[in-house]
């Protein structure tokens, strides 16, 4: 297909979020004929559509190449695809739907803290019992991989459907693997994260299927996007730094980028200078210029700063490149 794809989430905080990060790229989505429509369009690219899906479908379309670019949670997409670095190209987090997956067991439980701990409790369990110690949990397949890499093997998995917090206080399971952003529903029902039991700090994510047919249009659609997101980026965490030097030498900007990894965007031959520089270096390099002889220097923000390297974009032109 030579149209471009792409899914964002159907509702809630995380279409927002997306809508808004779009925006910020100068991507403004247009929802067809309002909020009940599904398909949409990104004005003035005529050659994408946006498809608007529930989070883990966008996963689901991501990993049989439905969709070319999705918004999605990157627990959905280590969950729903076990050889996710395959199959897609995690291209960017959005600084948004911050969540951890984790392991969380009972507070009573005062002697386990660590998933060697855990290991200990679960061959106890057996050896009472004669039951493997159960783990509630909606994440199957990050549990499993998570457990065989911290060598705990002697449970089993009770795959749960509705809130999988309740499950030990209901007599479901002994522990849980589940999703939490404060950790405060976990305190609620009485049960703690293990020490080492963070399975996957997760966000919002822009990633692209390698699954999908990548025509010349639709790689062209990408590097358009890819482009505005990349600007708006660097803007958001560059700062431009102007300032009057008449007498400085061409080894002050040379230092200046050493220091601070400032670069000199141009230099009239009045003196006057101006580079950009990471947000948070910026009032230590305002003040080392005055330090230099500068008598002001301003700071300002900027809209979007573009640039002739993408390497957003490259990493997906390689990526669709090594897989034919």
Known sequence: MSTLVLAVPSKGRLQENAQGFFA????????????????????GLKEVEVAYLPAADIAASLASGQVHLGVTGEDLVREQIPDADERVAMLAPLGFGFANVVVAAPRAWIDVRSMADLEDVAAGFRAKRGERMRVATKYVNLTR????????SDYRIVESSGATE??????????????????????????????????????ASLVASLSARWSPP???????????????????????VTAFLPDAAP???????????ARLRFRSADGRASLNVARAQAPELADWLIGRGAGHVGVASLDYVFSAENPLYDLLAARVAARG
């Open 251 to 261: 080894a002050l900007f040379m230092e200046a980028q050493t220091l601070f990894g």
């Open 218 to 240: 639709a790689l062209e659609a990408a590097r358009v996007i890819l482009s505005r997101i990349a600007a708006e980026e660097t803007a958001r965490t560059t700062r431009e």
């Open 145 to 152: 991989r998570f457990f065989a890499a911290m060598h705990v």
């Open 24 to 43: 910020r790229a100068g991507l403004e989505i247009a929802q067809g004929r309002g909020a009940r429509d599904y398909r949409g369009a990104l004005v």
């Open 166 to 203: 309740g499950a030990p206080a209901a007599g479901q399971a002994e522990l849980i693997v589940d999703i939490t952003t404060t950790g405060a529903t976990l305190a609620a029902n009485a049960l703690k994260i293990l020490d080492d039991g963070i399975i996957l700090r997760s966000q």
